[in-house]
């Protein structure tokens, strides 16, 4: 079998995603790269890449014998909004010089796309498949982009590129970076160490949210599913629970009754947040290759104060 390489690795999808690659493939079959910090310990593969340096890539694809790229490299939401135009560099820059070398090496590639995608104008609740995408961040402008080229190469190429529309992700390995949806990470660390959590976006503030071993599962089933069901293959939409700041802190409260949350809204996050669905339909997901997610509201905050709790 042609080896695996995930980009990013280290980042909040990659931390998980590696380990479940690795079990399910074996250790030697997974290459984890990472940019700024090599990790402590690592048992498997590891490289240093720079995933927008198209001869570097090309040389790591080929050493390895590479088959398939989960390109996870990515800047979100509020961080990119701080910087655009590393954002677009880091975003599009590596995702262009991911496709020219998969297409070179006809690898695979998953892509991860994400409710930022959307923007004003998409239908708020139940947000369909296909349907307006007018996102006004840099990192949703990266994100439809990103789609785009990818379907666009699965057409022009005939690669075999394919992605998830992921709503936020609540994870306990490693925290998110520079999200609009991070608030749903740190509730945690702040609910188990202080009792209370001072919250940047505002309690009604409805958003779709997945735990991640249901976000690395759904990967690996997409990247596994038989392309003759796939009619999209690339940006499907996903999700599992769908909740606000207010609802969060009360499923919190049902293992922690003196749990506090206070509010102190940061525009810039809220106005992101109130650009993108209430929820998503993934309807498509379920019927194209059979998505369903494990975790509900309940099932994650249990599961997170479990491991986060010790
Ligand atoms: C972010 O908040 O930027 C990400 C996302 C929803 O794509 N977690």
């Known amino acids: 079998m042609r080896k695996i390489l995930v980009t990013g690795a280290q980042g909040q999808i990659g931390s998980e995603l590696v380990p479940a690659l690795r079990q399910r493939h074996g250790a030697e079959a997974v ?36 088959g398939t790229i989960y390109h996870l490299a990515a800047m979100l939401s509020a961080t990119g909004e701080a910087d655009p135009q590393a954002a677009w560099d880091v975003n599009m820059g590596s995702l262009y010089a991911v496709l020219e070398a998969a297409r070179a090496r006809d690898c695979a590639l998953f892509f991860p796309s994400s409710i930022g995608a959307f923007g004003p104008g998409t239908p708020l609740d139940d947000t369909p498949q296909d349907t307006l995408q007018r996102p006004n ?45 991070d608030y749903a990470v740190e509730i945690f660390y702040h609910a188990l160490r202080d009792g209370r959590y001072t919250c940047f976006l505002a309690a009604d503030t409805r958003l779709d949210m997945m735990y991640m071993p249901d976000a690395t599962r759904a990967a690996i089933a997409l990247m596994e599913a038989d392309p003759a069901t796939l009619t999209h ?30 509010y102190d809204v940061d525009p810039v996050r809220q106005a992101i947040a109130e650009s993108w669905p209430n929820s998503m339909d993934d309807s498509e997901a379920r019927a194209q290759w059979g998505w369903a997610p494990k975790y509900d509201l309940a099932g994650m905050v249990a599961d997170m104060l479990e491991k986060l709790g010790g």
């Open 31 to 66: 290459v984890a790269t990472f940019h700024r910090k090599r990790p402590e310990s690592d048992e498997g593969l590891v490289e240093h890449l720079d995933s927008t340096d198209t001869r570097q890539l090309g040389d790591l694809l080929d050493r390895h014998g590479i």
């Open 137 to 181: 961040t840099i990192y949703g402008v990266s994100k439809v982009s990103g789609e785009l080229l990818c379907d666009y190469y699965a057409h022009r190429f005939g690669l075999d590129a394919r992605g998830l529309r992921y709503p936020g992700l609540i994870s306990y390995v490693t925290p998110p970076g520079g999200g609009t949806t």
């Open 233 to 262: 293959r690339n940006a499907f939409n996903v999700t599992a629970m769908n909740v606000t700041p207010a609802e969060l802190a009360d499923a919190i409260r049902v293992h922690i009754p003196n749990f506090t949350i206070a």
